[in-house]
């Protein structure tokens, strides 16, 4: 499996070769392993960044057992969330699918109070799991969703770009969460034969029609 992460406070992409079994990079005392992250994606590669790691083990020490998971990881092309879901980038987790209504509403509680994950979902929204995820930068679009991306970004946004640009026949020739000139161009020909400004960019418009036409393509 490779596993891509992008390391916040270095600024760059780091790529693992690892099987299932192995813990996922950045992860404390294995408490997370490449399968259980990947979840029920399929795909041969995986993404997520050191801010979600981190995360991650702080909830785990608070937590002080196990944890489930039941979804985090997936492709956009595979479906199963919002269009624009934090699972796609690798920044989120729905685990306690197994736990009592109980042992939930504990998890719940720790998790947000610790402080570290940006959104916990209200557990009316979600009465058979725990969502969590610490997604990051500022969403393009008012209604929240994925940030801004042009040429020089770098991160697991850009590896979701390039996922669904790749799904809907825009080939931006690897996944690599890095956006040069190739996903730039593949981006540039996207806006261009659906009819929106040609910029460049991957602001609120790009992302809204991209995300909707790769959401579960596969």
Do not use: K
């Not at 931006?172 to 040069?180: A, E, V, Y």
Request: hydrophobic share 40%; charged share 20%.
């Amino acid at each position: 499996m490779t596993v891509l992460i992008f390391n916040r406070a270095a600024n760059r992409m780091e790529r693992y070769i690892l099987g299932l079994a192995s813990a996922m990079p950045y992860n404390e005392n294995r408490t997370l392993t490449v399968d259980e992250f990947r979840a029920r994606s399929r795909g041969s590669i995986i993404w997520t960044d050191t801010g979600t790691m981190a995360a991650w083990n702080t909830t785990r020490r608070a937590w002080g057992r196990p944890i489930d998971v039941g979804s985090a990881f997936r492709r956009i092309w595979e479906g199963g969330h919002a269009n624009q879901s934090q699972h796609y980038a690798g920044t989120s987790f729905d685990v306690g699918q197994r736990m009592s209504a109980a042992e939930r509403q504990a998890l719940h509680r720790t998790a947000a109070a610790t402080g570290v994950w940006t959104f916990v979902e209200p557990m009316a929204l979600t009465p058979t799991w725990v969502h969590f995820d610490r997604r990051f930068g500022v969403a393009a679009c008012p209604a929240g969703g994925f940030p801004l991306v042009r040429q020089g970004s770098l991160g697991n946004y850009v590896c979701t770009l390039q996922d669904a640009l790749n799904a809907v026949g825009f080939n931006t020739g690897t996944i690599d969460g890095m956006f040069g000139p190739n996903t730039r161009e593949a981006v540039l020909r996207y806006q261009r034969s659906r009819g929106l400004s040609a910029d460049g960019i991957v602001g609120c418009n790009t992302w809204s029609r991209l995300t909707a036409e790769a959401n579960g393509r596969g």
